[in-house]
Each structure stands twice: as structure tokens, then as C-alpha cells.
């Protein structure tokens, strides 16, 4: 369990066409297990990057991040991608769900090729049932609305049991309602199941009912504050 995450001075610069891109600078950041952190910031302001960098789905130009004082990214490719599986789930935008895949079948799929301790398809559908689709285990993607769709990614994130749930724009492709039903199910599992939620968003309204609130803009923190946690 990664009890605390510290970003020191990270910067991330991407060159591209003899184009330097300064996506995030000089990051300085704690994460502590529990909270629930929203960022928040209008397009390009660096939020899609920085939860990247945190995930150790990319790795940070300068600075480093270290997780209970052990900075993964020096470990071999393996290593890294063991300590992503055991501890850190993602959710985005776009749902990810291969189409020929029951949603049963689409949770179980980070599970292919790993070997542990518990019954893969008791576990998938127990998180199935958490996140309200139970009924819903043999149903394809078509089949589903979009509300639901993002229920079985949620439900996929969490099926290895990660300390550290990374969402980016959850809400971003679902109306105003069903926006709140995900929003409030990922509070419901910061609070009943103990994981940390980072949870990135363009929308001020839900963003103010998270502990905490980073506000960014043109790669830097502009505030980091505690919220109002409805």
C-alpha cells in the first residue's frame, strides 16, 4: 500500500516539429492516501499530463515523484508496469472498452496473465455488483448507455484493488446527471473503500465537492486548497 506520493520539482517538455512544449513546470506536490483531490483547469493546462506522470505512465523530464520515498521510474519496465498493476487504477475520458467483450469479460481483461491470489471472475463480479451493474455481466458494450458503460471502466479500474484510483475527465462524454452518479460513486469508494482519488476536470462544480482542490494553468499550480467534500 503507497501511503504518500511526493512530486518534486517535476517538469515535463515534449519537442516535436522543432517545437518545445512545456506541458507541466516545476510540479511540487503531496499526495497522502485517503484524499480525495480534484485538478482542475481549462484545456492544455498541464492536468492530463501531470495524473500521467503520477500513474508512471510517462516519466517526467526533470524532477522526480517518489511513492513511500522509492522513486519507481528508475526500476526496470516490468517493475514499473508490477507496481502500476498492484497499486494504481486509471478511468478515462473515453471508456476503453473493447467491443466484442462481454462487461464481465471487459473488468477481467487487466487480469489477463497475471497471477493472484483470488478468484479472478468472483472478484469481477463483485466489483460489477459495487458499481450497480450486476444484471449487467453478459451485456456487451452496444448494449449499455453511456452512464453505464463508464460504471464497467470504473469497475475495471478497481478489480486489482488499487490504493490510488487516476481519473481523467470521467464525466467528460455523460450529461449533467449522469456525471453526478459517477462522481458519487467514486466518492463512495474514496470513502467506504479507503482509495485515493486524484480526479481530473474542467468542471468547477465537482470539483468543489472534493477534500481537496488544484487549481492549473499553462503547466503550473495556480492554488492547491481544501474543498467544501459533499
Excluded at 481549462?42 to 506522470?53: A, F, R, V
Excluded at 508512471?56 to 522526480?64: A, F, H, I, N
Excluded at 498492484?86 to 473488468?107: D, R, S, W, Y
Aim: charged letters at 25%; aromatic letters at 6%; hydrophobic letters at 35%.
Amino acid at each position: 500500500m503507497v501511503k504518500e506520493i511526493i512530486c518534486t520539482n517535476i517538469s515535463k517538455t515534449y519537442i516535436g516539429d522543432g517545437v518545445t512544449t512545456h506541458a507541466v513546470k516545476n510540479i511540487h506536490l503531496s499526495f497522502k492516501k485517503g484524499e480525495f483531490t480534484s485538478i482542475i483547469g481549462p484545456s492544455g493546462s498541464g492536468k492530463s499530463t501531470l495524473l500521467s506522470l503520477i500513474g508512471t505512465l510517462d516519466k517526467p523530464s526533470e524532477g522526480q515523484i517518489l511513492y513511500d520515498d522509492k522513486d519507481i521510474m528508475k526500476q526496470s519496465k516490468r517493475k514499473i508496469a508490477d507496481f502500476r498493476f498492484e497499486k494504481i487504477g486509471f478511468i478515462f475520458q473515453q471508456f476503453h472498452l473493447l467491443p466484442t467483450l462481454t462487461a464481465l469479460e471487459n473488468v477481467l481483461t487487466p487480469l489477463f496473465g497475471r497471477k493472484v491470489n483470488y478468484s479472478k471472475q468472483k472478484r469481477a463480479k463483485e466489483v460489477l455488483e459495487q458499481v450497480g451493474l450486476i444484471n449487467k455481466l453478459n451485456a456487451l458494450p452496444s448494449q449499455l448507455s453511456g452512464g453505464q458503460q463508464q460504471r464497467v471502466a470504473i469497475a475495471r479500474a478497481i478489480v486489482h484493488k488499487p490504493s490510488w484510483l487516476l481519473a481523467d475527465e470521467p464525466t467528460g462524454n455523460l450529461d449533467t446527471e449522469t456525471g453526478d452518479k459517477i462522481f458519487s460513486l467514486l466518492k463512495q469508494l474514496n470513502e467506504e473503500e479507503g482509495c485515493s482519488v486524484l480526479y481530473v476536470t474542467h468542471d468547477s462544480t465537482l470539483a468543489h465537492k472534493a477534500n481537496r482542490i488544484i487549481s492549473m494553468q499553462d503547466g503550473i499550480i495556480l492554488e492547491d486548497k481544501e474543498g467544501v467534500a459533499l
